[in-house]
């Protein structure tokens, strides 16, 4: 399972976002709306990888405008950042879920599925070529970093890594929907945290 024979050798983000709506790199397209590629500035200087699309990225086709894109473009607000300096994707294309019910409920998306749409994001990170990648989680992590990525332990702080448009800056911080998840009590925290490491992201790039 591979996206790799899809991915054109040559053109920008619109190029590589055309090819990918007929991607067939894993199991993944079939029961999905649609293919959810990146958006944002193609001269973006912050990259953002999220996990996969949820449930209205797939109905509308682009990432992070469900509940935790809400989150993330708060965050981003408050940390300063400019829609400019912005392109937002994520590891996996396609949105993976079960039915519960009328209702479908989001799937983490396995090790053969991230591997196998690992050379749309490494495309876009090529392509776009940033000064600085933000690892939202634990999936974007392993699929840039490594299995032994751990959020908890990287987050927060600047790293110098090898990524595919060559050695760039890497912070790391927690998936949005993981702070929908934190209880009251915590949240408002957990919210504040992430702002913090946004905010470092741009301090970085500015
Ligand atoms: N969660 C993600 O990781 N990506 C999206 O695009 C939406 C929700
Ligand atoms: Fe292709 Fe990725 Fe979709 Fe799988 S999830 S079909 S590899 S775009």
Known sequence: MSAAEY???????????????DCHGCELWEPATQTVFGAGSPGAKILLVGEQPGDAEDQRGLPFVGPAGKVLQ???DEAGADRSMLYVTNAVKHFRF??????????TP?????????????AEIARVDPEL???LGATAGKSLLGSGF?????????QERDTPAGRRRVLATIHPSAILRMDADVRDQGYADFVADLRTAVAAVS
Do not use: M, S
């Not at 079960?98 to 799937?107: D, E, I, S, V």
């Open 7 to 21: 991915v054109p050798p040559a053109g920008g983000i619109a190029e590589l976002r055309a090819a990918a709506q």
């Open 98 to 107: 079960t039915w519960q019910g009328k209702r479908r409920l989001h799937q």
């Open 74 to 76: 708060k965050g981003l």
């Open 133 to 135: 990648v933000v690892v």
């Open 110 to 122: 396995d090790a053969g599925n991230v591997n196998a749409c690992r050379p749309w994001l490494e």
């Open 150 to 158: 751990r959020v908890t332990k990287e987050r927060g702080v600047v």
